[in-house]
C-alpha cells in the first residue's frame, strides 16, 4: 500500500488543487476511489494469513481451536486419515475461495481500467 501510495500520479492531486477541492475532498475523491485495488489486495492477504496461521492456536489451545488446526490434528501419524482429511481440507478452502470470488470484481475492474477496457 505504502508504494502504490509513493507511486500515486501527483498530477491527479494537482489538478484537483486547481479545481478547488481541499485536501479531504481530494482524499475522498481522487486518492480513495483509486486505491480501491490495493486495498482490497491487503485486505485479502490479511485475512488469509489470520486464516492460516495455525502455531498459536495449536500451542495454546485445546478446545474450540480454528479449522485449520482441526485439519492438522486429523492427520494422524499412523494412520493417514485421507477420507476426513480431505473433508477437512474443503471445509478449510472453502471460506479463502468464498473471500477470493467476492474480491475478484475488484481486480478484474481494475485490469480493465489499465486496459483501457479492451479486454
Known amino acids: 500500500m505504502q508504494s502504490f501510495l509513493a507511486e500515486f ?6 489538478a484537483s488543487k486547481i479545481d478547488g477541492c481541499t485536501p479531504i475532498r481530494t482524499f475522498l475523491h ?7 485495488t490495493p486495498m482490497a489486495t491487503v485486505g485479502i492477504l490479511q485475512f488469509l494469513w489470520c486464516w492460516n496461521s495455525m502455531l498459536l492456536p495449536m500451542l495454546y489451545l485445546r478446545s474450540d481451536v480454528p479449522l485449520t488446526v482441526l485439519l492438522a490434528r486429523i492427520a494422524g501419524s499412523f494412520e493417514p486419515n485421507l477420507d476426513q482429511q480431505s473433508v477437512a481440507a474443503i471445509v478449510t478452502m472453502a471460506v479463502p475461495l468464498v473471500v477470493f470470488i467476492v474480491f475478484q470484481r475488484f481486480f478484474a475492474a481494475d485490469a480493465r481500467n489499465r486496459s483501457g477496457g479492451k479486454e
Open 9 to 14: 500520479p501527483r498530477e491527479l492531486i494537482e
Open 30 to 36: 481522487v486518492v480513495l476511489p483509486n486505491s480501491l
